[in-house]
């Protein structure tokens, strides 16, 4: 008989506080909102150093299971539809700096997720929804001439989409893609003039949700994106185009 080897891998004592820790929060023990002990109380309590009770800690802060803020004991966290996409936002962020590809994915991604969004949106959409969108392009109108007010009030009014489905992963989903979209957002956007040509689309996405049109609205949406999606490259691409 052919015993084969198991050899037991001795823990870093932070991976096993790390493991106790996210123990109690699973279990309930630590409840959302409750404040998490002190360091020193853990070191008593686990019998280790400092050091593996803040490794521990900012392990369950990146998985967005507690806050740590300076000065002020951790919080454990509700977890959200979006801090758990916030967990991934640096590796989604330097996978799209490896690949063009990807980012072509992504923006391919976007577009099917919008025309979901704004067929929802359209038969969703109440008198204050149609409003906001309204505020919102009045807001990036104002913006002209600014390209990050104007960026973030884009995002804004995209975002401002996917919340009236109700959908609170949707949004996450939605924040989420615009975020990694936002770092490939060239300056083609403003020195062309091209901000008139988003203001006129935005404009009549709203037009469409207020008919009712769901059709209509999923058109006016895949016009706007496959248009704009140029405006979103790498950066030496982006920086051969403006030279």
């Known amino acids: 008989m052919v015993i084969q080897s198991e050899p037991i891998v001795r823990r870093k ?6 493991a106790r820790l996210k123990g109690l929060i699973e279990s309930g023990e630590l409840q959302p909102g409750d404040e998490m002990p002190s360091e020193r109380m853990l070191m008593e309590r686990f019998q280790v150093g400092r050091p593996a009770i803040r490794e521990a800690m900012q392990a369950l802060a990146n998985m967005g299971l507690i806050e740590i803020s300076h000065g002020e004991r951790a ?58 969108l ?24 995209h975002t401002r989409i996917a919340q009236i489905s109700g959908n609170p992963i949707f949004t996450a989903v939605s924040e989420a893609m615009l975020g990694w979209l936002k770092e490939y957002h060239t300056e083609m956007l403003i020195w062309t003039g091209r901000e008139n040509v988003t203001l006129s689309e935005h404009e009549e996405i709203i037009d469409c949700i207020r008919r009712g049109n769901p059709d209509e609205a999923e058109q006016a949406m895949i016009k706007h994106l496959e248009r704009s999606r140029a405006l979103y490259a790498p950066k030496a691409k982006a920086e051969s185009a403006n030279g």
């Open 13 to 18: 004592l932070s991976d096993e506080v790390f």
């Open 75 to 132: 919080k454990v966290l509700q977890p959200t539809a979006k801090s758990l996409l916030r967990q991934v936002d640096l590796a989604a962020k330097i996978m799209l700096s490896a690949s063009s590809d990807s980012l072509e994915h992504l923006k391919s991604a976007r577009i099917f997720f919008e025309r979901g969004m704004i067929r929802e949106a359209t038969s969703r959409a109440s008198a204050a929804d149609i409003a906001a």
């Open 134 to 157: 309204e505020e919102t392009l009045k807001r990036q109108r104002a913006a002209l001439g600014d390209s990050d007010a104007f960026i973030a009030a884009d995002m804004a009014f």
